[in-house]
């Protein structure tokens, strides 16, 4: 057990550990005994992000870790691959594990099963605001859930409007904390996915926790795209349907657009083009985190209709955008510098679209490794090793997370459900 002064155990702490054991209960014990060395005390949170090939076994690891560490609370969830420092596993056994010491801050476990879809949206918030425990104190809600059995498209909404508000002198209504998660990726079906809280274990629905008190948790959330073109009106629409742009048949308005493309954009255009729809249509311009970015599904000649992943309507601000790899390495930096403007966070929590990953990127490892080493003032521990210099394992801050099949972050302040993103949760000691 190591010595620590009081001050440091006041303050947060977080650590992690990652196994790639074939033997779900070595894993565990793996992981218990690397967590014990670096904690010294039992944590109140414990997560754990598990490949699909632990998936059937998670009550296993579960049992295991509750044993060796004796954690407050625990929760888990199943992904199609996990991060752990700089390091991303996208095939084989995989158990990355962050143990959070968070003195004094109050953590609120919760499932959410059921929403009625008759409820009116301010029923659904006040039903959600009780079940994960909003308060005038609350700093974020850690949110994961199944994507076959959770109507996201009404529970986002509903989650975001379920924070309490407060109405600065400026008049601005500003919502207390934040929201973000991910959603289980190791099955492609229902009830192949695992969630655990607490030591229940469940195939579906959504669970999390709601930390409140002495934390600051800051959010970053990277789309990862560039916008093409010009901003254009929504001047007929019909549920996910874009009928006209500035009076113009949407798929001819887009059509035009394309063919002003240079010849990189239009080689983009395959598996890049989406479209970003303006969020506060009260800005006087648009630039960077104002648009929130959908997938283009596609177009009908004949009616000049464009399906969109979103409902829309008349009087709306889209833009269309390109997601690729520069872009998505640009933006993800840009954020991760402004927030060297502050205190070094504590740990960090990743959760990053699966399709992020080394087909993206041409590589593994580019998001966890951004964030591990974004707050050191040491070389890059990435290009250290490719000149074959040994890594410093200290080197960084504690970070963990997994990817996911759809990513829950905050953009101007309202919580949307996302699609090719990055979301990070950087724990800090609040100022």
């Not at 801050?397 to 993103?421: K, L, M, R, T």
Request: aromatic residues 4%; negative net charge; contains cysteine.
């Amino acid at each position: 057990m190591s010595q620590e002064s009081s001050a440091d155990l006041d303050a947060i702490k977080m650590v992690t550990a990652l196994s790639t054991h074939q033997d779900p209960i070595g894993a565990a014990l793996q992981v218990a005994d690397r967590i014990q060395s670096q904690l010294g005390s039992s944590p109140d949170l414990l997560m754990l992000f598990v490949t699909r090939h632990h998936a059937r076994r998670m009550g296993m690891i579960a049992d295991t870790l509750r044993d060796e560490l004796r954690s407050s609370h625990m929760l888990g969830i199943t992904a199609s691959g996990v991060m752990l420092g700089p390091t991303e596993l996208e095939q084989g056994a995989g158990l990355s594990v962050m143990a959070c010491r968070f003195p004094g801050v109050r953590i609120n476990p919760f499932w959410i099963d059921h929403l009625s879809p008759r409820d009116s949206m301010e029923v659904r918030a006040a039903a959600l605001s009780d079940r994960i425990g909003a308060s005038e104190d609350m700093r974020a809600t850690l949110f994961f859930a199944d994507p076959y059995s959770v109507p996201m498209v009404n529970l986002i909404p509903a989650l975001s409007a379920a924070r309490m508000q407060v109405v600065t002198e400026s008049g601005r209504v500003d919502h207390i904390g934040t929201i973000l998660g991910g959603m289980a990726s190791a099955g492609n079906r229902a009830n192949t996915n695992t969630l655990l809280l607490d030591g229940e274990i469940r195939n579906s629905g959504a669970m999390g926790v709601t930390l409140s008190g002495p934390i600051q948790v800051d959010t970053i959330v990277s789309q990862g795209c560039r916008p093409i073109g010009h901003p254009m009106i929504i001047t007929k629409a019909r549920g996910n349907l874009l009928l006209e742009l500035g009076g113009i048949r949407a798929v001819d308005a887009i059509r035009d657009l394309i063919a002003q493309l240079n010849e990189t954009d239009k080689a983009l255009l395959a598996d890049g083009l989406v479209m970003g729809r303006v969020i506060n249509e009260s800005k006087s311009h648009f630039g960077r985190g104002d648009f929130l970015i959908r997938n283009i599904m596609g177009g009908d000649e004949t009616s000049g209709a464009v399906a969109v992943a979103d409902l829309v309507h008349a009087g709306q601000t889209i833009q269309l955008h390109l997601h690729d790899e520069q872009t998505a390495r640009e933006d993800f930096s840009l954020l991760l510098d402004g927030q060297r403007l502050y205190s070094k966070p504590a740990g960090a929590l990743l959760i990053s679209c699966a399709s992020r990953g080394s087909v993206f990127f041409g590589h593994l490892g580019h998001d966890a490794a951004a964030i591990t080493y974004a707050f050191d003032q040491k070389p890059d521990g990435a290009n250290l090793a490719k000149s074959g210099t040994e890594v410093d394992p200290q080197a960084g801050i504690p970070a963990a997370g997994f990817f996911a099949a759809g990513e829950i972050g905050p953009v101007d302040d309202q919580i949307f459900y996302h699609g090719h993103a990055a979301v990070v949760a950087l724990f800090r000691d609040p100022e």
